[in-house]
């Protein structure tokens, strides 16, 4: 079992930056990778970024590559998700997830644990 606890969401303004982090109670060799994804209200949960605790290797999706940023500090078992550029379509509850050894896509049915979620709100 891997507990998972996000924070660092709020409201900000268009073009403002937020810093997320999601704290794992342990890192095991099962859940090699992790991974952001994001609700909005009355919308799927949608995949983010991921990233692999041993190589990195991060993954984004389409929409925020290039004004978010994975990374992970494998000393203290964190994964951050840095925003920059944010826009009022980045409006959602943000949550964190564990994958699998069988994890390969963006899909929310491959991550087995999640975190409750940190709501993140940008105004225009």
């Known amino acids: 079992q891997v507990q998972l606890v996000e924070s660092g969401g709020g409201l900000v303004q268009a073009g403002e930056s937020l810093t997320l982090s999601c704290a794992a109670s342990r890192r095991t060799l099962s859940n090699p990778r992790m991974a952001w994804f994001r609700q909005a209200p009355g919308k799927e949960r949608n995949f983010v970024a991921s990233?692999?605790?041993?190589?990195?290797?991060?993954s984004y999706s389409g929409n925020v590559k290039g004004r978010f940023t994975i990374s992970r500090d494998n000393g203290k078992n964190t994964v951050i998700l840095q925003m920059n550029s944010l826009k009022p379509e980045d409006t959602a509850v943000y949550y964190c997830?564990?994958?699998?050894?069988?994890?390969?896509?963006?899909?929310?049915?491959?991550?087995?644990?999640w975190g409750q979620g940190t709501q993140v709100t940008v105004s225009s």
């Open positions: 990233i692999s605790w041993n190589f990195g290797s991060p």
């Open positions: 997830a564990a994958g699998t050894l069988l994890t390969t896509g963006t899909a929310p049915n491959e991550y087995i644990y």
